[in-house]
């Protein structure tokens, strides 16, 4: 299996905001974390890309267990993640934050700034096109609307090459226009770039348009998986969803 989280479990004092999570993610595919707010996903994300570390159970990705390495090493094997909140730099220009993700990718010091800027040139001006911001290269990114940032940050995380991308609330916040050309541009670059997604979304009609598969957290557990058509008839789902209660 490409990806795969086997019994994993994170206590915060006496919340299991993990309890006992396995599940796993195909190559290729578009795989979605689903579940109302508490449930548990930017924990599961966090446990995934070594933000923190889980007290038991493992992650396996590409055959190699990868359990508890830190956020840095994790990034390094090829998974790389954008935040439910912005995390850009908002004092570099949209360039520059991108300039980072790029030399980092490359193993590219700052300590060689200058030569490495060059090098890295043609490389970020094809990330700003591809993402759309090529005209607010210069600008700095604090400065950006909410949409554009969260924009900036899905370049972030394909600046770093991954295989595997986790996007966490990628739309959060935006407007509905705002959020269809965010949606058409990740798919767009998802297939450009081929690499397998873990998206984390509450906006249901997103989550039944892009899916290949769907997973569902409920008080830190995994309560249903399937595809889109398994989901969309899943009387718990409904329930959850519907009920509005964690
Ligand atoms: N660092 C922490 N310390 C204490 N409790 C935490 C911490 N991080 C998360 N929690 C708790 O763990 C539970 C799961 O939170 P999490 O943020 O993973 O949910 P979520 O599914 O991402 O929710 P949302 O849809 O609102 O983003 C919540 O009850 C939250 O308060
Ligand atoms: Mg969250």
């Known amino acids: 299996m490409f990806f795969q989280v086997a019994n994993l479990e994170k206590s915060f004092g006496g919340l299991k905001a993990t309890d006992n999570v396995s599940l796993h993610i195909k190559q290729g595919d578009i795989c979605a974390l689903i579940g109302p707010n508490g449930a548990g996903k930017t924990t599961l ?4 890309t070594g933000a923190i570390k889980p007290d038991a159970g493992k992650v396996i990705f590409q ?14 094997k090829g998974i790389a993640r954008s935040f439910q ?12 934050n991108i300039m980072v993700a790029v030399l ?11 030569p490495a800027k060059k090098i890295a040139r043609e490389e970020i ?14 600008m700095l990114a604090g400065q950006l609307s909410h949409g554009n940032q969260k924009r900036l940050e899905v370049g972030i995380a394909l600046a770093m090459k991954p295989t595997l991308l986790a996007l966490d609330e990628p739309t959060s916040g935006m407007s509905v226009e705002e959020k269809g050309e965010i949606l058409e541009t990740i798919k767009k670059l998802i297939k450009m770039t081929g690499c397998t997604v873990l998206l984390c979304e509450h906006d249901m009609n997103v989550i039944f348009e892009v899916s290949d598969y769907i997973w569902v957290l409920q ?4 309560v249903a998986n399937g595809t889109v058509s398994d989901i969309k008839s899943n ?3 409904h329930r959850i969803y519907l009920g509005g209660k964690r």
Do not use: C, W
């Open 125 to 138: 001006i094809s990330h700003l096109v591809n993402i759309g911001l090529a005209t607010q290269a210069d």
């Open 104 to 114: 980092s990718q490359k193993r590219m010091g700052f300590n060689f700034f200058h």
């Open 235 to 237: 009387e718990l789902v």
């Open 63 to 76: 055959g190699e267990d990868i359990t508890g390495k830190t956020a840095r090493e994790i990034t390094r």
């Open 219 to 222: 008080n830190g557990r995994i």
């Open 85 to 96: 909140i912005v995390n850009v730099f908002p004092m570099l220009t949209v360039y520059e």
């Open 45 to 48: 994300f966090n446990l995934i």
